[in-house]
């Protein structure tokens, strides 16, 4: 099949999905409005179309503070560059990211007069707690009108109640994160000192200050090392960073706990190699990449119950999930310091759960289903 992703900009989580779909034989392309910072380009290098004119006039007056992300959904892209590339490639299968997204508005008349299919894929929960009858038929019009299939990489909030209580939401399909398992093999037997490892941009709401401050609270436990990695390139970042830095060094952690900036994606294998468990203490976060990378590297996962990936971690067999509690996290880090043990047999359940329930080939199947189904 041709299948073309046209998405705000390209992120490291499709790179799982784009290369499963090469291996088997498809024919992709990547149209992006912008790019980020840090993203890995190792399976495809995105086609860029960038603003109009007229959206960087609009983008000038409605963006002041230069948001990436409103401008990608948000922004007017160059029209004829887009349908030009939508031509030319003649795809079978579109892919999209955001349906209230100006280019996938731009695109309707083309789904209309054409025969390919369309997916738009969201980090919307499938089950959630009530589903309104507004939204169920603002799907129903969406599919029947515009043949538009909706898929998901979350299955369900935590902090949305019991899975059994949950409403399903029958137009999304839920199928994981595509990712490929590592074979690397790890000698954790005899770990000295902890390592610990979070990822995510340094801004207020990826949490990063509440996880210094939990290991403050352990800190007359020396025996563990934190690295925390994130993509830095606003003037905002740049003064959360330092923000951070301070704390550190008037904490006295500064040999403790470690930030680092704007690694490539292609360069994280070794942190995630290097180090024994995985923190993801960010605040609504609507699904996270990461946590599944660490797990695929055979990581146990701290998470609190806010991130929309939490459900891929199972409570005391790969990882531990807590409240948005610094207590609590604090908790969970003092149980790895104490019980180094159970690093290695939880990080084994992290890949043993990579191999099965979120498998590549089952994930595939999966996506394959949502686009053939009729």
């Not at 790179?15 to 392309?29: C, D, F, N, Q, T």
């Not at 996938?104 to 089950?127: A, G």
């Not at 891929?312 to 180094?340: C, H, M, S, T, W």
Request: aromatic share 14%.
């Amino acid at each position: 099949m041709r299948i073309l992703f046209i998405f705000p900009r390209y992120h490291t989580n499709q790179r799982g999905l784009i290369r499963k779909l090469k291996e088997e034989g498809h024919i992709v392309k990547f149209i992006s409005i912008g790019v980020g910072a840090t993203e890995n380009y190792s399976e495809i290098k995105p086609t860029i179309i960038g603003l109009s004119f007229f959206g960087r006039y609009l983008d000038k007056l409605l963006n002041s503070d230069a948001d990436v992300t409103k401008r990608n959904i948000k922004g007017f892209p160059k029209i004829r560059k887009l349908y030009i590339e939508i031509f030319n490639f003649r795809p079978e299968v579109i892919i999209t990211r955001s349906l209230n997204s100006t280019y996938f508005k731009l695109i309707i008349p083309l789904i209309l007069i054409s025969k390919f299919k369309v997916l738009s894929y969201s980090q919307n929960p499938k089950y959630v707690k009530s589903l309104s009858f507004s939204k169920k038929f603002k799907h129903k019009l969406v599919e029947k009108f515009l043949r538009v299939k909706f898929y998901t990489s979350v299955k369900y909030r935590l902090e949305d109640g019991l899975f059994d209580t949950l409403v399903d939401n029958k137009y999304l399909t839920f199928i994981p994160f595509f990712i490929y398992p590592k074979e690397i093999h790890y000698n954790k037997s005899n770990i000295k000192i902890v390592k610990f490892l979070s990822v995510g941009k340094f801004v207020e709401w990826k949490n990063h200050e509440s996880v210094i401050d939990a290991f403050s609270i352990i800190n007359n436990n020396k025996n563990y090392q934190l690295t925390i990695i994130g993509e830095c390139v606003k003037p905002e970042q740049e003064i959360y960073f330092e923000k951070l830095q301070s704390k550190i060094n008037q904490l006295g952690l500064s040999d403790s706990i470690k930030l680092i900036k704007n690694v490539p994606n292609n360069q994280m294998d070794s942190y995630y190699i290097s180090n024994d468990v995985f923190i993801s203490f960010s605040l609504n976060e609507p699904a996270s990449i990461s946590l599944l990378e660490a797990m695929s590297f055979g990581l146990p996962v701290i998470c609190n119950v806010s991130n929309g990936s939490a459900h891929y971690v199972r409570n005391g067999y790969n990882g531990i999930l807590i409240p948005v509690d610094i207590q609590e996290l604090a908790k969970a880090i003092l149980f790895f310091l104490v019980n180094k043990n159970n690093i290695l047999t939880m990080g084994n359940n992290s890949l043993k759960l990579i191999n099965s329930y979120y498998n590549i080939e089952m994930c595939y199947n999966l996506l394959m289903k949502v686009i053939l189904e009729k």
